[in-house]
């Protein structure tokens, strides 16, 4: 795995070659020759628990009983939080010092597509050179009339609209023309969709760079480990998506081929063309290949993978760091100061594609990318990328035991000290709710 940062050692514990190591120190007199001293049987530590209540991917059940952690739900005591969806304030208030949860809040700045778009658009504003990567998006209907303008001028430009929170390919339309582009507003949100459809027009690339004829896009996935300071981990390994039919430059009578345009897996898992990967080890074969799959292949055929990755890794890292200052205010704004600044974490999937100098342009960002694994190659990739994550976030056994004797002492202190009398406690209990 690659990491743009490196993650800090836990509290209180050395590191070496980057295992926890668990230092402790015995002091006493010395111990009479003739007395075997009693050895104080070690209490098992209890598993790790996590919740996996709103997780519907069985991959997550797959690596939790590998580690041999218990799954648990709302209403018991958990350690980790795993959830397909964004998650509340009230639910990151709630959390104690042993829990962390997978996402942040605020990071749909960047995953929904028109605050993706608003986003970008301010730092290209302000550092054009730097924040060059998105294509030109117009958010509508807000920018409707700028965005038909484009289709005035005799060069004929081609734009793919999307639904503002869609996925998976749905709703998805290419327009060479106003009309075209009204009759895709209209299909997405109806008879007045060009009035309320939440929809961006995003700038279609039309020269990609192409394997044997066909078109791809990159899956590449990033941790966001903690927000403040900003500590991104970008996985060396991902997906590279095909397209199902060779590709042609857009014209107005394959516009409606969603298999020549939309790399997404499930636009194009149903076309006959589709060749799924049986083998992991056979990386680059079939329709969808792993990146490190896509290196052999380029470095074979004398690309500069190493150039283009860095590239990659570079937009990933200014896309991230155009939402830092919200990330770092939402985060603080719910937990307290003495907080470690590593309750929240965010496995981010990015959609990459390469036009034919390799240049990488972004297309979007995912908050909850797809764990299916449907052939072996996704069960490799995203197994891995499970098991790395959690490596990561340092779910300490040991920490987690001695926080709450700490916390269970302070609660008995309370009680027959009166300490803390009028005191808010901690608040949530186990953190349920919201989300």
Known sequence: ????????????????????????????????????????????????????????YDLLRIVQKKLGWKEVGDDEDWQLYWTDTSVS?????????????????????????????????RMSALFPDEFAFAPKT???????????????????????LKPDAGCQGKGIALAQSAEQAMKALEDIGGEDGYKTAPVVAQRYLTKPFLIDGFKFDLRIYALVLSCDPLRIHVFNDGLARFCTEKYEPPKSHNLKDVCMHLTNYAVNKHNENFVFNE????SDEGSKW?????????????????????????????TVISI???????????????????SCFEILGLDVMMDTELRPWLIEVNHSPSFTVDTPLDLSIKEDLISDTIQ??????????????????????????GGGAGGGGSGGGNGGGGG
Not at 27 to 44: C, D, E, L, W
Not at 290 to 318: N, R
């Open 1 to 56: 795995m690659a990491a743009a940062t490196d993650a800090p050692p836990a509290s209180g514990a050395d590191t070496e070659g980057g295992v926890h190591v668990d230092v402790r120190t015995t002091t006493g007199g010395p111990v009479a020759p003739t007395v075997a001293p009693k050895r104080k049987r070690k209490r098992k530590l209890q598993p790790i628990a996590v919740n996996l209540t709103n997780c519907k």
């Open 89 to 121: 304030i009230e639910r990151i208030m709630r959390l104690k010092s042993t829990q962390k949860i997978n996402h942040f809040t605020g990071m749909l700045e960047i995953c929904r597509k028109k605050q993706l778009a608003k986003n970008l658009g």
């Open 138 to 160: 117009f958010a509508l209907p807000v920018e409707l009339t700028e965005f038909l303008d484009q289709f005035r001028g005799k060069k004929k430009r081609t734009f793919i």
């Open 279 to 282: 083998d992991a080890a056979a």
């Open 290 to 318: 792993s990146i490190q799959g896509l290196k052999e292949w380029m470095e074979t055929h004398g690309h500069d993978f190493a150039k283009m990755w860095a590239d990659c890794v570079d937009v990933i890292v200014k």
């Open 324 to 342: 830092q200052p919200v990330l770092a205010h939402n985060y603080h704004s719910v937990l307290p100061p003495e907080n470690d600044g590593y």
């Open 392 to 417: 990561l976030v340092r779910i300490d056994p040991k920490a987690i035991k001695r926080a709450q004797a700490g916390e269970k002492a302070e609660a008995q202190s309370r009680l027959f000290g």
